[in-house]
């Protein structure tokens, strides 16, 4: 039984979750850049959507919501865009694959889109983003997702907690990274007040009737997230629906499905992704130093009365993520559960897991 303060190097996480995939039936391709991904959240320290995810996905193969041998397919492109059906492949493979396309064309267009649809739960916005900046770009990063956030006036859900993100490349500095849901909060945070038997803060969620509550038990069955900053969160949300879902050509609003709750069905979900080369509007040099010059800015201005720091999107995560380079990972209670659970589904042993 691994103990709380077991600490793990992310390539023996790595290497874990690829013996995984591949006892799962995974290829080696897939495998590997599902776990790069994935490990990756968790050096983040975004742990919610790390290498826990990796036994609800595999569950979404042997169920039939997604199917293992498929791969992504392109559809349609021109100079600077490209349209992917994904098939119902795990997600990750699908979404670098589109992201990288839209880096290549972005190359000589200056800004490039692709699209997937058919896809399942593609995890953290924000590392597909990054994948761009690693190319000296701007990268976006855009999912639709089952219905579980209100809109203001409406009883129930309407729209995903659907998330988006976006990086920037920088010289000295930590790419700026902004990675978020746009509802309140992540519904993971909601599971975990309701397992303590908490009462939610005030503005985090709607009861059956479509009013305020504090009951962590109305959420999802009876009652809905409310978005990020009500109606601007609202419409940001729904913003990321009609890039994803309506111009993916996929499912949208109620049509995409939960990867975890309800029938065992394709989840439908889509994925949007956009790379802007700097470059073609200043040298990348220049461009990496200005930015490093705004982010100073930022950080050097007057801190609040009991504040002694200024934090850049993104910030945090480098920064947990050089410790978990350096000395490994302290892994959280659920995610070590959930990765012992994920062993016995497949038959393999690990040796951090004894
Ligand atoms: N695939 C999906 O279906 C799905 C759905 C929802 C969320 N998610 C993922 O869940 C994760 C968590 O989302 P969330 O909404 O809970 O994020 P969050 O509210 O924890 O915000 C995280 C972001 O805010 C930045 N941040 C935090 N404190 C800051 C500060 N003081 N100043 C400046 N920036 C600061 C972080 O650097 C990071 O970019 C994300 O990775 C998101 O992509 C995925």
């Not at 169920?63 to 994904?86: S, Y």
């Not at 309407?158 to 500095?173: D, I, K, M, S």
Request: charged share 20%; with cysteine.
């Amino acid at each position: 039984m691994m103990r709380e303060t077991d600490r793990i190097s992310p390539d023996e996480l790595k290497a874990f979750c690829v013996a995984a995939m591949q006892a799962a039936g995974v290829t080696a391709h897939d495998a590997d850049t599902t776990a790069e991904v994935l490990v990756t959240t968790d050096t983040w320290g975004t742990h919610t959507h790390g290498t826990k995810q990796l036994r609800n996905l595999l569950k979404n193969f042997r169920e039939g919501r997604m199917d293992i041998k498929a791969r992504a397919e392109l559809c349609g492109e021109g100079p600077g865009w490209a349209r992917f059906d994904g098939h119902h492949a795990l997600p990750m493979p699908s979404s670098v694959l589109a992201m990288q396309t839209a880096v290549k064309k972005a190359e000589n267009t200056g800004i490039a889109i692709s699209t997937v649809n058919n896809s399942g739960h593609y995890g953290a916005a924000g590392y597909y983003a990054w994948l761009a900046t690693r190319q000296d770009m701007i990268g976006l990063s855009f999912t639709n997702v089952d219905p579980g956030v209100a809109a203001p006036g409406s009883r129930g859900s309407v729209l995903g907690t659907n998330p988006l993100a976006y990086a920037v490349p920088t010289g000295r500095e930590h790419p700026i990274m902004l990675d978020i849901a746009t509802s309140v909060v992540a519904a993971s945070k909601i599971y975990a007040l309701r397992s303590l038997g908490k009462p939610l803060p005030e503005g985090w969620i709607t009861d059956g009737d479509g009013l305020p509550t504090t009951d962590p038990g109305q959420y999802p069955l009876a009652g809905a997230l409310l978005p990020m900053a009500g109606h601007k969160g609202y419409g940001i949300g729904l913003m990321v629906e009609v890039l994803t879902g309506v111009l993916a050509g996929g499912a949208f609003g109620s049509d995409v499905l939960s990867w975890v709750f309800g029938d065992a069905k394709p989840v439908n979900q889509s994925h949007t992704f956009i790379a802007i080369n700097v470059g073609v509007f200043e040298p990348v040099a220049e461009f990496k130093e200005r930015t490093d010059a705004l982010i100073r800015q930022i950080k050097n201005a007057p801190k609040a009365k009991g504040a002694d720091r200024i934090w850049l999107p993104g910030e945090k995560e480098w920064e947990y993520r050089e410790q978990a380079l350096a000395n490994g990972m302290s892994l959280p209670a659920d995610v070590r559960a959930s990765l012992q659970g994920l062993a016995e589904d497949v038959g393999i042993t690990a040796a951090f897991l004894a």
